[in-house]
């Protein structure tokens, strides 16, 4: 099974949580974020790092980007 044993945030406008199940083989798992765009207008890009028992490399990027509009 897929354990993730990490998962943080890029920065402070971003938080992660850890999922706390291993994930079998052929299932799915969440990894849930939420990013606070408080404050930022316009197309933001965010990370969340993760790290996992994963052949070749044990740490991932995950990249996401958002557009933030403005109140009007």
Known sequence: ????????PGC???VAETPTEP?????????KGA??????VGTQHK?????ANTKGT???DMVFTVEVNKKG
């Open 23 to 31: 994930i079998a083989p052929g299932k799915e798992g969440t990894i």
């Open 47 to 51: 990370s969340i790092f993760v790290s």
């Open 35 to 40: 990013f606070d765009s408080n404050g930022r």
């Open 58 to 60: 044990q740490h991932h």
């Open 1 to 8: 099974p897929l354990v993730i044993a990490d998962v943080h």
């Open 12 to 14: 402070g406008c971003t």
